[in-house]
């Protein structure tokens, strides 16, 4: 808040020059039309904003501070149209002067020129409530009831107020939704622990007594009082559960567990089982042959011989050609047979229980 001590105006408006002393008390303009009144008022803004509210906005045409502020005689002559502005600070303790001309409207001269004069004089500049006019109150006075709100906030420079309203209004319901979801998150924690702890309702000392019962079967120490960071879980994860265990996906175990209770049940069903006897039936036919199972054998090679099969080569004697037998299945008998006649050559053809020499 400001106190004005004394106003000079030179050729602004229609004053050519005019000082009043105010002495730092409340006052009042009165006098005939034409005589200065507005321009005084005018005098006073323009001094303390750099602006002259009735000469711009709606209905102001193409007026302006630089070329209507000055007076009519020294309308080419902006830097000769000056008010000066003697006013006490209060919450300073200080006499402040302001000088401020049309020509550098936007550029006053303040004395004493300090961050917290200048603080006060920007306040003010944002509030010019004393500006308001005859025209303007009887305009005000015919607006409607809606439209003569807004131009009074406005006037107050209260136009932003709605948008901060709404904003709070947001921030409000943000707020009262976050705190409801609290609240449902803090009753089902509350009812949780009532029914790990079996308790009727949650109290400080039914909590810690519960707890201290349940960690004592555990071999773990009580725990003293219940504050803020207490936990009562204190001690009870172990290191095992503090690794990380595999996560396996649902389809693939699902699978897998399918594929091996398939290969299972094959290991039981008929034909396993005869396959099984005539491998048995030749081992035993085997066995019976003295003069194969004294026979030496040369070193056998395997070599690719497919995608799916393999070869047994002899390295020596040669045979004419090269004798193959099929890896799927051995017949033991057929390959002595091949190495002995070194012209036979054996194919084994897979049949169900049984090989066959072709």
Known sequence: MI??????IQEFRGIRD?????????????????????????????????????LVGAGTGGLSVKEHGPHVDSRNKPDKAV??????????????????????????????????????????????????????LIRYVLAEPGKRAKEVQ???????????????????NASEREANTIAEMRDSAAAALRGALVLTKLSAADIVTAANEK???????????????????????????????????????????????????SLSSAEFSSVV???????????????????????????????????????????RRDTRVSSGKSCWRCIALAEASRSCRASLVPHPGRLRCG
């Open 154 to 172: 406005e006037l107050l420079r209260l136009d932003e107020v709605e948008s901060v309203r709404a904003l709070l209004q947001k921030i409000a």
């Open 277 to 319: 006897a005539d491998a048995v039936a030749a081992s035993s036919d085997l066995t019976k042959d003295e003069h194969f199972l004294q026979t030496d054998l040369p070193p056998v090679r395997w070599t690719p011989y497919s995608k799916h099969t393999r070869s047994l080569l002899w390295p020596s004697p040669r045979p």
């Open 18 to 54: 005019l000082t009043l002393d105010f002495g730092g008390k409340n006052f009042a303009i009165c006098g005939p039309n034409g005589t200065g009144k507005s321009g005084v008022v005018d005098a006073l803004e323009f001094v303390l904003t750099g602006n002259i509210s009735r």
């Open 3 to 8: 106190r004005a001590k004394k106003l000079r």
């Open 83 to 136: 008010v000066t502005l003697t006013v006490d600070v209060p919450s300073l303790q200080k006499e402040v002067t302001i000088t401020r001309s049309v020509r550098e409207a936007k550029k006053p001269k303040v004395v004493p020129d300090t961050p917290e004069v200048r603080a006060v004089l920007e306040r003010v500049a944002l509030h010019p409530e004393f500006t308001l006019s005859r025209r303007e």
């Open 215 to 265: 960690r004592a079967m555990l071999s773990l120490p009580p725990v003293p009082a219940l504050e803020a960071n207490t936990s009562i879980k204190d001690g009870v994860v172990s290191a095992a559960a503090a690794v990380p265990t595999a996560r396996v996906a649902k389809a693939h175990a699902k699978a897998d567990i399918a594929q091996i209770r398939e290969r299972l049940d």
